[in-house]
């Protein structure tokens, strides 16, 4: 039987809320809603994790929601959890950057029977007394890909003969405990080979945050390691290169767009630390399913990541993100 598939997205107040079903969902007892810390609205990341989440919902012919929000909340985020919980769904996935804002949302669903999965952000608390309580968890590993970084620019600079006398790692959303586990990656690396790494805090505007690592380099002119979390500090890296002229700094990202690729291309970038955001979306909403409705879960977490992308395989990752699936 051929399904429909209804999208409808309504962005009200920077928040986008997406509903997605098959023909006669409205009458299926299914139901799925995934809390993000991001929207898919002018997010290649976040459109990629929503597209995995429609691919699974439809062949489920489930209800699924998308509550995000563009700008990085904690307070946000625990009013999608209470829009989340009202609407009495079948399961709920969750990003955790903050554990404590979802923390009584996550309790609630606990005590309800509703099944909860974190994505993508994994709870800093994980393994203590501190955790939150919920099934596993879909991502990536952020500080293996972090160590990836930073094994990549060391290996290229030796291979050019040159050094890392310092770096830096930027940070585009304060208290975020993905990011700063990149960045606690990089750092893992760097102090085994005794170099300084500092922290520098940006946001997702790349115009204004190009500006912060202008006078960053201008301060540090010694740095010649810088390391990106992401599409949008990348396109501000972008920006301070096409504006400076600066050559012979070695620089890395996480996550995918189209201009990353352009970058790696071009070699401003050595590679990308991709974590596969469509299964992100996918197996969130599929393993949700095969708890709620027969208690089946893995044997621990389900890493999507680290893997890399740079020269070597650049080519065929554009033909797959040019269909929404990198």
């Not at 995995?52 to 209800?63: F, H, I, N, Q």
Request: with cysteine.
């Amino acid at each position: 039987m051929v399904k429909r598939i209804f999208i409808v997205a309504l962005l009200i107040a920077g928040v986008l809320l997406v509903t997605v079903g098959a023909a006669g969902a409205q009458d299926s007892a299914l139901k799925f809603i995934m809390i993000a810390h991001g929207s898919p609205a002018g997010n290649p990341f976040w459109s990629t994790v929503e597209k995995g989440m429609v691919d699974a919902c439809a062949l489920l012919s489930a209800e699924c929601q998308w509550l995000g929000d563009p700008d990085y909340s904690a307070v946000a985020m625990a009013g999608f959890w209470e829009d989340a919980l009202a609407a009495n769904p079948t399961g709920i996935g969750t990003t955790a950057p903050d554990a404590e804002a979802v923390r009584s949302g996550v309790e609630t669903a606990r005590s309800q029977g509703i099944p909860v999965i974190i994505y993508n952000t994994a709870d800093k608390n994980a393994g203590t007394d501190q955790a939150l309580q919920v099934l596993f968890y879909v991502g990536a590993n952020e500080r293996t890909g972090g160590q990836s970084n930073a094994r990549r620019v060391l290996s290229q600079a030796a291979a050019d003969g040159a050094t890392i006398a310092r770096g830096v790692c930027t940070i585009q959303e304060q208290g975020h405990s993905g990011l700063e586990a990149r960045c606690a990656g990089v750092r893992d690396v760097f102090e085994e080979e005794g170099i300084q790494l500092d922290i520098l805090d940006i946001s997702n505007d790349p115009t204004a945050s190009a500006g912060v690592i202008s006078e960053y380099f201008s301060a540090n002119p010694d740095t010649n390691a810088i390391f990106m979390l992401g599409p949008n500090p990348s396109s501000a890296l972008n920006l301070y290169l096409n504006e400076s002229g600066r050559t012979g700094l070695y620089a890395t990202t996480h996550d995918t767009s189209n201009e990353i690729f352009d970058m790696i291309e071009q070699g401003k970038l050595l590679q990308a630390i991709d974590q596969q955001p469509y299964l992100q979306g996918f197996e969130t909403i599929m393993w949700l399913f095969l708890n709620s409705q027969y208690k089946l879960q893995p044997g621990g977490d389900i890493f999507t990541g680290p893997g890399v992308i740079d020269q070597s395989n650049l080519a065929a990752i554009r033909e797959l993100v040019a269909g929404g699936y990198r």
